[in-house]
């Protein structure tokens, strides 16, 4: 066990941190630190800073580590999913190593002061290789930086400053070079000084898209030999105007959108010893309204000309399918509609071996298609499962889906056999008698659109189709959602995510899901995707150990016990809207916040959601509908779990109340 090395800097409240198996987690909300004096700097599993908190308001910018071919060319850098990180967390430090093009990385961070971090950076050689440079690369955004300038040393000398408005983006044969340990970056809203030791080459430069300048820190030169070793200390101190400006909310309550029936979960079985416990307290202590488990096929079917349902019917059915299948009727019984999905399909089912869908992903293939010639046993083998889930478990499936078809995880279709295999399928369990639909898409991603279209261009599919659904761990701008909305819209069909998360490599470094910034960036994206494309749920990943919300009791190595983390409580006010609500549409006088508003007007029942990237301010929403009298307010960040923090009154269809600093805040209304 490790225990914090600054006692004297912290502020506890039932601290608990508990390391094993190389895992160390942070329990939160009910381990505080006195924040207000400290960076709050926003480091990501694999290393990238996007910048540092001041007052809870984000000084933004963005680091990375880079391999730079000769000539600036091109590069390698760390980024999200493009390496194997491991990320620990040790009081006041958070340590990322991680390895890119040969060279490997030792990346401690350590809040030292408001606005202010220290960066111990070791980087080692695996290899002789000749390049640019190996460097650690600041980003400082055009939205910021646009009216600034850069200054190198003390900037007493003239030639050492460089104003952002000169610089061409693309012009980089001959970047600008200074050997230094000092640089300050300044604009009219923001500044940050870099201090390195010791003194380091740097350039300063403007990529291609014109989006911002970098500085180009230099660790290891152009001839690189195995077994290079540098270390430098950089110090990044930020600052900037803090936007206390009030936030206006206006809502148009006559105009409701969609049905969200809420909060929704995962229950995909995969660890037996700590699954149940995580299980147990999540239903226990969520209003979970919609749940997906896993229909194991493998197991269900493995012999091609073997009866599955006689097999289980004489006694000899798949523990895992039994698991799953009990599951599914634990869900069905508290009156939530179940989802079942498949994962891997049996041998005789598919083109190749069964082992393809994993050896093969080096090369970019993921997956295994489905043999076309038994098409018609597969649907029969599928259908028996859906219906001796009813006839023996009492489970009615709402929808059937190939988990993330797209990509081929691990059954994979292009989008013109996803739409043969909805009407095909589709088709067969209506013969049954079946009242099982299927979803469309299911994508593993919201930047796989396209995969859908061949199916929404089909009528013939329509009939068979549930809802569309995507899962949400990448690409989910704004663009990109509107046009999942427009889908959903188009066939006059809910919208699900079946997959509720923001980082789908976040498995291997699971101290992360402790992280302040995690559970911010999560939320943020659930109250946006509200928002856009008003969905009927979405499913977290996942309510089980995997992914997990809670802590202790040995999920993910953690002792102690079952301990709910800052996600946890930003799902629970989520899962805090009214049952059968409507989206209602708003606008919003501000960019720092994710707003989403849900209501049930028959009952007069309402709740204002609210994600605060900013300081703290004032705060109004307008257009509240008559009768309500009164808000309970409840704020989850750092330090607080769902905790009530006041009522307030809504006078003349109007609520103002004060918006904490970073944090999700949520006003109920309840008859």
């Known amino acids: 066990m490790k225990l914090f090395r600054h006692f004297n800097r912290i502020s506890c409240v039932t601290t608990i941190i508990c390391r094993s198996k190389a895992y160390l987690f942070l329990l939160l909300p009910f381990m505080f630190f006195n924040w207000q004096a400290f960076a709050q700097s926003e480091l990501m599993a694999w290393g990238n800073l996007t910048g540092i908190r001041i007052d809870g308001q984000l000084m933004e910018f963005r680091s990375d580590l880079r391999v730079v071919e000769s000539g600036w060319r091109n590069f390698t850098a760390t980024d999200k999913e493009r390496q194997r990180p491991k990320y620990d967390r040790d009081g006041l430090k958070q340590i990322v190593t991680t390895e890119i093009s040969g060279i490997k990385f030792t990346e401690i961070v350590e809040e030292c002061g408001k606005g202010s971090i220290k960066i111990d950076l070791t980087s080692m050689a695996e290899r002789d290789t000749v390049v640019e440079g190996v460097f650690f690369c600041i980003d400082l955004p055009e939205k910021w930086y646009s009216d600034g300038k850069v200054k190198f040393g003390d900037g007493s000398s003239r030639k050492n400053t460089v104003y952002f408005r000169d610089l061409v983006a693309g012009d980089n044969r001959n970047p600008l070079k200074v050997r230094t340990s000092l640089i300050a970056a300044e604009s009219d809203d923001r500044s940050l000084e870099v201090t390195c030791t010791p003194a380091a080459t740097v350039y300063l430069r403007k990529d291609h898209d014109g989006q911002g300048a970098q500085l180009y820190i230099e660790l290891l030169g152009k001839r690189v030999k195995k077994g290079s070793k540098d270390r430098k200390q950089i110090t990044l101190t930020a600052g900037g105007k803090i936007d206390n400006s009030p936030v206006e909310i206006t809502l148009r309550p006559n105009a409701p959108g969609r049905k969200f029936d809420g909060l929704g979960g995962n229950f995909r079985l995969q660890n037996p010893g700590t699954d149940p416990l995580v299980i147990n307290y999540c239903l226990d202590n969520l209003r979970v309204a919609w749940g997906r488990v896993e229909m194991p096929w493998n197991f269900w079917h493995p012999e091609e000309n073997t009866d599955p349902v006689q097999t289980a019917l004489s006694g000899n059915l798949h523990p895992r399918v039994d698991d799953a299948m009990k599951m599914a009727q634990r869900l069905t019984a508290i009156g939530m509609p179940v989802i079942i999905s498949d994962w891997s399909a049996p041998g005789w089912a598919i083109l190749g071996d069964p082992r393809d869908a994993f050896r093969l992903r080096s090369k970019g293939i993921y997956g295994y298609q489905l043999n076309t010639q038994k098409i018609d046993k597969i649907y029969k083998s599928i259908g028996d499962y859906i219906e001796y889930l009813k006839n023996s478990y009492g489970v009615e499936a709402a929808a059937f889906s190939f988990n993330e078809s797209d990509l081929g995880i691990n059954v994979r279709h ?258």
């Open 414 to 671: 292009t989008g013109e056999e996803h739409a043969s295999f909805i009407k095909g399928l589709g088709a067969h369990l209506a013969s049954r008698g079946l009242s099982t639909k299927l979803l469309l898409g299911d994508n593993s991603d919201a930047t796989t659109f396209d995969f859908i279209i061949p199916a929404m261009n089909d009528p013939e599919t329509h009939k068979y189709i549930l809802a569309v659904s995507f899962h949400s761990w990448r690409g989910c701008d704004d663009e990109t959602l509107r046009k999942w909305d427009g889908a959903a819209r188009q066939l006059n069909l809910p919208l699900i995510v079946g997959e509720g998360s923001t980082d789908a490599a976040a498995w291997n470094y699971p101290e992360i899901f402790s992280e302040q910034s995690f559970a911010l960036y999560e939320i943020n994206l659930y109250t946006r995707i509200c928002a856009i494309c008003q969905p009927l749920s979405i499913l977290q990943w996942q309510l089980t150990a995997d992914y997990s919300v809670l802590t202790g009791e040995g999920v993910f190595g953690t002792k102690g016990p079952l301990t709910p983390t800052q996600r946890f409580w930003n799902l629970k006010q989520l899962a805090s809207t009214p049952e059968q609500s409507f989206s209602i549409p708003f606008t919003s006088t501000s960019e720092r916040i994710n707003f989403a508003a849900f209501g049930n007007p028959s009952r007069g029942e309402y709740a204002f959601h609210i994600v605060n990237n900013g300081a703290e301010c004032p705060a109004s929403i307008k257009g509240i509908p008559a009768g309500i009298e009164s808000l309970e307010l409840f704020v989850t960040d750092r330090k607080r779990g769902m905790e009530k923090t006041g009522e307030i009154k809504v006078v003349n269809g109007i609520a103002e109340f004060k918006l904490l600093p970073a944090g999700f805040t949520t006003l109920i209304n309840k008859k």
